[in-house]
């Protein structure tokens, strides 16, 4: 069974930074996607950023192009997203998704399976 967690989520002051981290288990295929998606409070979910954990191949949405950036230890199915310049705009709950990819998908295109529970980002101005 697969599991994911994150965790980092915090509350910090609008320009600084924060690194959230995600750990999947379970998941028996080394081709496989991990991504972060972010909800604000009344917004739908949306997704940030993703990456092949097979290859490293990321991908960014708009929302995180520039200022987050994704990275792995691959050892240990690890996902991190360090956030820089921090504004209000980015409060929410944070969440990860794993799934398994399949040849020729991209990881921006996953619907994800495998959701962890969500961390908590403040951003006071």
């Known amino acids: 069974q697969v599991h994911v967690v994150e965790s980092g989520g915090n509350s910090v002051q609008a320009g600084g930074s924060l690194t959230l981290s995600c750990t999947v288990s379970?998941?028996?295929?080394?081709?496989?996607?991990m991504g972060w998606f972010r909800q604000a409070p009344g917004k739908e979910r949306e997704r940030l950023a993703c990456?092949?954990?097979?290859?490293?191949?990321?991908y960014y949405t708009d929302s995180a192009a520039g200022r987050f950036i994704i990275s792995q230890n691959a050892a240990k199915n690890k996902l991190f997203m360090h956030m820089n310049s921090l504004t209000s705009e980015d409060t929410g709950m944070y969440y990860c998704?794993?799934?398994?990819?399949?040849?020729?998908?991209?990881?921006?295109?996953?619907?994800?399976?495998?959701w962890g529970q969500g961390t908590q980002v403040t951003v006071s101005s």
């Open positions: 998704a794993a799934d398994v990819q399949y040849s020729g998908e991209w990881c921006a295109s996953v619907q994800y399976r495998f």
């Open positions: 379970g998941v028996t295929d080394r081709h496989f996607c």
């Open positions: 990456m092949s954990m097979g290859s490293g191949t990321t």
